[in-house]
């Protein structure tokens, strides 16, 4: 079919190796636009639903009705994208929104705090080794309490991916091959089945969606 997700830390290599798969297999790379979508469809601002969905929710986490409506418009939108077409997506929660669904590839991709600090620094030239990786284990924690308190599942459990990839001793180069390599199995080609599967599913959240924005009128 094939559609990969990205799941990484801050300044673990996401964008690079989404960018280096979309070279070798021709896919769309879809991340922020999931949620400028979702926004229009509801009506709102794209930049509050992105300070909602994506900050640590704190007043938020107590307001599950809006939560489960912002929650779900995404997830309709990115199935809509999946629908159209083979993508990768690197936004938030795309193992959890695609969760069984056939011809999804759930990657997770570890990157040593070492190497992230390096590339932090790039990008920030004032920021100290010490407080470069204060802020990212602060982001790694922030992060871990997002997914369990918007989905309810543990952001280090490797068993909710499919391909869990290590920096430490491979090249984002490595990984973009195995992953090239894996999703030219037939599991992961694009046919009707999978396709209705798909549509099933946006369906579903689509229905869901127009059920939870009904009770909040």
Partial sequence: MAIITISRGE???????ASCLAD???YRVIAREVLREAARSLG???ELLTVKYESVPGLWARLTHEREIYTLAVQTVL??????????YHG???RYFLSG???VLRTRLTTPMEIRVKALRRVHHH????????FL???????????KIMYDIDSDDLSTFDLALNLEAISIDTVCAIITEVVAEPAYQRTAETVAALEARESECRARLQEALSKRD
Avoid: N
Avoid at 11 to 17: A, Q, R, V
Avoid at 79 to 88: G, H, Q, S, T
């Fill in 11 to 17: 300044m673990s290599g996401g964008e690079k190796l």
């Fill in 24 to 26: 070798v297999l021709g």
């Fill in 44 to 46: 709102a601002s794209p």
């Fill in 79 to 88: 199935l809509k994208y999946c629908i159209e077409d083979d993508l990768i």
């Fill in 92 to 94: 938030l929660a795309g």
């Fill in 101 to 103: 669904l056939p011809g």
């Fill in 127 to 134: 920021m100290s080794q010490q407080s470069a990786e204060h």
């Fill in 137 to 147: 284990k602060a982001q790694d924690r922030d992060h871990a309490r997002w997914v």
